[in-house]
T-cell receptor, first 118, second 110 residues
Framework: GAVVSQHPSWVICKSGTSVKIECRSL??????MFWYRQFPKQSLMLMAT?????????EQGVEKDKFLINHASLTLSTLTVTSAHPEDSSFYIC??????????????FGPGTRLTVT | DAKTTQPTSMDCAEGRAANLPCNHS???????VYWYRQIHSQGPQYIIH???NNETNEMASLIITEDRKSSTLILPHATLRDTAVYYC???????????FGAGTRLTVKP
């Protein structure tokens, strides 16, 4: 099946610094990718939709100036957490859709990036 | 507004079939039923999806009722590695993004 990778798999940073997370579709092209956040013992929450060649769209309550998204190519989207705070510590997961039969879409998820802000 | 209802948790004996139910009584005619699972500290893994016919692949079977208001994911011979949170999704966003509910935590016991 299709593969989505993320880098790094885990990162520790100091409060006030910025962290960049990469999401790559390895064997297919994705004009759209999605970024999710997952806090402990909770489900995945969609943060934003990354669009190749255009601005990302953010879910309500997600600060676009804090979570910068760039989708510079058909296989790469990046999420930069700016001026990180301890409350930004979470598990960040990206995904990319691949069209299936009919009007269905299968989402392929990356392995996730665990961010810890100290 | 969750469009699916799943039990919070279930147990299954190793080697037995695991049957995970999902209610989606407000599903629209063109909405698919998707199943994903998430093993601890990993990204979700696609399992199977269907529209109205029953589906089977190497991982699982999906049984959808005739009125499409509910479905069951069947893992025919559960192993300890099948312990995970299983998500039934019918709510797909405008860009085909997946909207996750709370899911069912399946524990396979030896």
């Amino acid at each position: 099946g299709a593969v989505v990778s993320q880098h790094p798999s885990w990162v520790i940073c100091k409060s006030g610094t910025s962290v960049k997370i990469e999401c790559r579709s390895l064997d297919f092209q994705a004009t759209t990718m999605f970024w999710y956040r997952q806090f402990p013992k909770q489900s995945l929450m969609l943060m934003a939709t990354s669009n190749e060649g255009s601005k990302a769209t953010y879910e309500q309550g997600v600060e676009k100036d804090k979570f910068l998204i760039n989708h510079a190519s058909l296989t790469l989207s990046t999420l930069t957490v700016t001026s990180a705070h301890p409350e930004d510590s979470s598990f960040y997961i990206c995904s990319a859709p691949l069209a299936g039969a009919g009007s269905s879409y299968e989402q392929y998820f990356g392995p996730g990036t665990r961010l810890t802000v100290t | 507004d969750a469009k699916t209802t799943q039990p919070t948790s279930m147990d299954c004996a190793e080697g037995r079939a695991a049957n995970l139910p999902c209610n989606h009584s407000t599903i629209s005619g063109n909405e698919y039923v998707y199943w994903y699972r998430q093993i601890h500290s990993q990204g979700p893994q696609y399992i199977i999806h269907g529209l109205k016919n029953n589906e089977t692949n190497e991982m699982a079977s999906l049984i959808i009722t005739e009125d499409r208001k509910s479905s069951t994911l069947i893992l025919p011979h559960a192993t300890l590695r099948d312990t995970a949170v299983y998500y039934c999704i019918v709510r797909v966003g405008p860009n085909n993004d997946m909207r996750f509910g709370a899911g069912t935590r399946l524990t396979v016991k030896p």
